[in-house]
């Protein structure tokens, strides 16, 4: 079974920095879209970003713009998630996710991606 596995959270100061990694299992992912979203207690999923296949299109969420990057790797089925400027708000379980194609405007929507991972735990001091 395809698997999606994150690494890379962690604790950090409030206006640090980390990077989230997330490889496919499969290289078929290679050729998918792939992204994050993040889960905080007692919240709902919320889009983070979303990258194509070719990595010629990215898609953030207001929470992401102007301090995350996302970024695939040469081998393609890997994804990261640079961020910055991290803020105590910003806390919660990132969660990699991938799907072979979206449509219209549904790349912020949990409901459009079929692959997800276990999530990595991301937590910002003040």
């Known amino acids: 079974q395809a698997q999606l596995e994150e690494s890379g959270g962690g604790l950090v100061q409030a206006g640090g920095s980390l990077r989230l990694s997330c490889a496919a299992s499969e290289r078929t992912f290679g050729g998918y879209f792939m992204g994050w979203f993040r889960q905080a207690p007692g919240k709902e999923r919320e889009f983070v970003a979303v990258i194509s296949w070719s990595g010629s299109s990215t898609y953030y969420g207001d929470s992401a713009k102007g301090r995350f990057t996302i970024s695939r790797g040469n081998a393609k089925s890997t994804v990261y998630l640079q961020m910055s400027s991290l803020k105590p708000e910003d806390t919660a379980v990132y969660y990699c996710?991938?799907?072979?194609?979206?449509?219209?405007?549904?790349?912020?929507?949990?409901?459009?991606?079929?692959?997800w991972g276990q999530g990595t735990q991301v937590t910002v001091s003040s």
């Open positions: 996710v991938a799907h072979s194609a979206l449509y219209g405007n549904s790349w912020s929507s949990p409901l459009a991606y079929r692959y």
